[in-house]
């Protein structure tokens, strides 16, 4: 990604309004930290520090400060106030649809696509369709749902949080609905990609009450985010 920092105008306040940047953790999270440079922010070391306890993180910017959590944890803590500002997946953005919150920045890395997935030789003893509909093995039940309602069929979605891909091997669902990257994970558990749900990429979220009542600091960091990504965008 680009390295340059963007010509924004900086309002006097910048420095003066509280800030909390929620990053998630994982891959995603990891993919972030090149934005820092760009950005101007520079975390305190711990940040980087896997063994470090802390959740919480200073940055050399006053009142702008740091939290990691999971991925599906960024959009509670913005949506609450907890977080003034997140990074997270259009995936799990669609899956929550929060009124709280809004996206205005496409980051423009983290790509990939939410995608159903099955056996390529099923087991005999895979899970039976039901009736007019499936059953599919998930973290994301909500976008689950709504995609086999929108075909007029039933689903039951089993929800897992990790090892989806063991569901259809063990019996227990026929499909799964999970993120894709490369394919390999599916390959290496003997499932094939069928339909894709979801084409995802990282976005900027922000806490629409947050951004009414303080937005000067909010307005100068979604633009800044808005002419990294921007940039990254006309380079690539």
Known sequence: MSTRSPAIHRPSDIFDEPIVLAIP????????????RSLGIEPEPDFFNSDSRKLLFQTNIPQFRLIRVRSFDVITYVSLGGASLGVVGSDILAEFDSS?????????????????????EPLPSSAPKLLNGVRVASKYPNLTRAHYHAKGLQCECVKLNGAIE?????GICPLIVDLIST??????????????LLEVSARLVVNRVKYKTASSAHQ????KFREIADADTSEG
């Open 183 to 196: 394919g390999n994970t599916l390959k290496a558990n003997g499932l094939v990609e069928v339909e894709t």
């Open 25 to 36: 953790k994982g891959r995603l999270g990891k993919d972030f930290y090149g934005w820092f």
């Open 166 to 170: 063991l569901a259809p091997k063990l």
């Open 220 to 223: 100068y960091w979604i633009e």
């Open 100 to 120: 709280a919150v809004f996206a205005p920045v496409d980051l423009n890395f983290g790509h990939c696509r939410l995608s159903i997935a099955e056996l390529i």
